[in-house]
């Protein structure tokens, strides 16, 4: 089974990451649709304790020839790698989805349309 991210598998409802979207940023952690206290305490230790914070790491692991495929599977490894075990695609997908609303293009969903069995 391949790993990295899957905005399929995401575990968070429409309606939340909707409203997510549309909503003025809050830089409370928890605030993202799947950060909890727990996912809020793994960000924390790496120093990332905002919102806004969280999106800088989104943006930082975005190079100039990274694709979004790419850039989504590095923001799902980081999250990973501090910790966050569960919700992950649900955290990708809803900060992808808000930055996108910033900055067009940084995130497409038709890029995740034919997913390999």
Known sequence: MAEGFNPNKSRVSEDRLAEFIVQELDPELTSVPGIGEKAKEFLAADGVETTFQLIGKFLMLKGKDTSVREHAD?????LQGVGINSYRAGIVLAIAEKVNTMMPGIYNPDEFEVEDS
């Open 74 to 78: 590095a923001m799902w490894y980081y």
